[in-house]
Each structure stands twice: as structure tokens, then as C-alpha cells.
């Protein structure tokens, strides 16, 4: 059974920065493309970065120059490395992947920008 395990979120103070990781357990990862989306309670989830299976990557304009999405293909993991984070970033943050047709969500995890 195909999993997304998302990891590295928790409480990190204006300014900080976080790093997110996504392990898959996808025996096709490479030939995946990869997302990150966030939800914020009340809101709805939206795309906040992706990364294609050629590297190219893309982004959310309230994010650029701040977060960096990334992919090991050997390690199967998706990576958001979060800088400069501010109080509009806290979110619940899943990872997704698209593979042959197919989408998968993982369970999300939890940011909270906040002093």
C-alpha cells in the first residue's frame, strides 16, 4: 500500500525556519511529481510548491524566496526547506504525489508560526 508520511513540522517563531520532510513509499518515485499543499484552519488547502520528475519546480508567489521544495529520488523523500517564516504560513502541510494518473495524499503536518 502506497504512504506518504509527512514529518518535521511543530512551533517555530517568526522568522525561523523549518525543515519538512516526505518519505514515500512509492517504488516509482522518480517518475512521480511531487507537491506540497497547505490548509489553514478555515481556509481552503491550496498548492504551495511542486517539483516535476525532471527537477523543475514551482511556486506560490507568497512563498518565493522563502521556501524551497527539493527531491532525493534514492531516499524515495520530498523536502520543503521553510526560511523566514512568517504567522500567515501556519498550516497544516501535506504532501502529494501524482503518478500515473493517480493522486495520494499523505496525513499532513502541523506548522505553527507564532511568538
Known amino acids: 500500500q502506497v504512504?506518504?508520511?509527512e514529518s518535521g513540522?511543530?512551533?517555530v517563531?517568526?522568522?525561523g525556519s523549518?525543515?519538512?520532510s516526505c518519505a514515500a513509499s512509492l517504488s516509482s518515485f522518480s517518475r512521480a511529481a511531487m507537491a506540497w499543499y497547505r490548509q489553514a484552519p478555515g481556509k481552503q488547502r491550496e498548492l504551495v510548491a511542486t517539483i516535476a520528475t525532471n527537477y523543475v519546480t514551482h511556486y506560490v508567489d507568497s512563498v518565493k524566496g522563502r521556501f524551497t521544495v527539493s527531491r532525493d529520488n534514492t531516499?524515495?523523500?520530498?523536502y520543503l526547506q521553510m526560511?523566514?517564516?512568517k504567522p500567515e504560513d501556519t498550516a497544516v502541510y501535506y504532501c502529494n504525489s501524482v503518478l500515473f494518473g493517480l493522486s495520494r495524499w499523505g496525513q499532513g503536518t502541523q506548522v505553527t508560526v507564532s511568538s
Open 3 to 5: 504512504q506518504l508520511v
Open 9 to 11: 513540522g511543530g512551533l
Open 13 to 15: 517563531q517568526p522568522g
Open 18 to 20: 523549518l525543515r519538512l
Open 75 to 78: 531516499a524515495n523523500t520530498l
Open 83 to 85: 526560511n523566514s517564516l
